[in-house]
């Protein structure tokens, strides 16, 4: 296993067997979780990126996060799911990192069912070593992706990037009061301008973008598993009151706070 992919944090939100008809149709927004899907049986279908993707009996769907997909099923599916988020150190996440393939049949699908199953059973345990055992079962799970990357672009990639770690560990810790594009150049001893130019070929997005995407997506995650109100994450992020937040919220991710926080109560794949 590649260095950078040993800094792997994982964080599971939810998972659960379930057994689909019509009624599972709509729309889901962003939001800052990678999904994972096993179709036990039936067919249903989902489309992102501009791209249908047919749900299959004994498939492994991998959806990665930051993506607003459409979902639906004509009849019936079942599919085993979990949601989580996979971090590299600096926040970055794991497959935004690394390409990889987005659909596998595992070869032992009594496995990947028993995979899936202990996951679920970690999860709704009392058990004190619950989250090493069900993360370590998705690890597990996600270790058939990790088998379809491509180690050289990889290590590139990582070669690429060393000049940012300081940048992007400084982002992390001051997402309450971010720092100017100025500030992280000189991390990097760069000059602000050809800094800002190299941090967006590299990560496809301006710094001033990157560090806003970063806190809306610290703002979904206390919005989903906290009852903190807007405003008190408004405070807990830096953005001036709970308007402003919203604002940024909604230009970001599509959606007001209070509707993601309603969406993020719906239970399922």
Known sequence: MLDVLKTIQIDIVGGDRSELGTEWRGIQ????????????????????????????????HLIPSNNSFEYSCEKQVVI???????????????FAYIDCERKLIPDNQMECKKMFL????????DRKGKAFYSNGTLMQLLAFFMDTIDSE????????????????????????????????????????????????????????????????????LLLWETNETIQQIADALGFYDAFHLSKAFKRMAGISPSSYRTQASRIGP
Request: one cysteine or more; a positive charge.
């Open 29 to 60: 927004m962003p939001d800052p979780y990678t999904r994972l899907y096993w179709i036990e049986s039936g067919s249903g279908h989902i489309h992102y990126n501009n791209q249908d993707r047919p749900l299959r009996a004994k498939e492994l």
């Open 118 to 125: 202990d996951l679920f059973s970690a999860q709704q345990s």
């Open 153 to 220: 672009a990889i290590q590139l990639k990582l070669k690429q990037q060393q000049c940012f770690q300081p940048v992007l560990k400084a982002i992390e810790q001051t997402l309450a009061d971010p720092l100017s594009v100025a500030e992280l150049a000189r991390l990097t001893s760069l000059e602000p301008s050809y800094f800002s130019r190299k941090f967006t070929r590299f990560f496809g997005e301006s710094p001033q973008r990157y560090i806003m995407r970063r806190r809306i997506n610290q703002a979904q």
């Open 80 to 94: 085993h799911w979990v949601r989580f988020s996979a971090t590299l150190l600096g926040g970055i996440d794991l």
